[in-house]
């Protein structure tokens, strides 16, 4: 994890991408901490710099998944060369493989969504933007 602080510091010019998975609810607490370790540590293995972890916890789902109505959310942010994101698909496959992850969304981050989360990282306060205007 110190390489991805490193080259988050030294301004990256890797892509930023999210990876959100929704891991059984059935497992106990033991299983889904070993499943996310194992995923950030399989994204680190395939060529990426992993910065961030969020672990949303347990959520209710919209519709069913599964026959199964809560899931248990991980969001992870990560950066990935242009050279290695080869290594995507291979990374997309072994989640679908995984029978403890129920679904799972990469998501490659534009210019504006990459500046709202450095914003959002950073702490600093995000631009208003003002109300309509009233016309007569």
Not at 9 to 37: C, F, H, R, W
């Amino acid at each position: 994890m110190a390489d991805a602080t490193e080259a988050a510091a030294s301004g990256s010019t890797d892509p930023l991408y999210e990876l959100m998975y929704i891991i059984n609810p059935v497992l106990n607490e033991d299983q889904t901490k070993d499943i996310v370790q194992r995923v950030t540590q399989y994204l680190s293995d395939n060529g990426a710099a992993v910065e961030n972890v969020e672990e949303r916890g347990s959520q209710r789902l919209a519709y069913p998944i599964e026959k199964k109505r809560n899931g248990y959310y991980v969001v992870v942010n990560f950066r990935m060369s242009t050279a290695v994101v080869t290594g995507l698909p291979k990374i997309e496959r072994a989640l679908i493989i995984n029978d403890d992850i129920m679904r799972h969304l990469v998501l490659r981050y534009d210019a504006k969504m990459e500046r709202h989360y450095e914003a959002t990282r950073s702490g600093k306060e995000l631009p208003k933007i003002a109300p309509p205007v009233q016309r007569a």
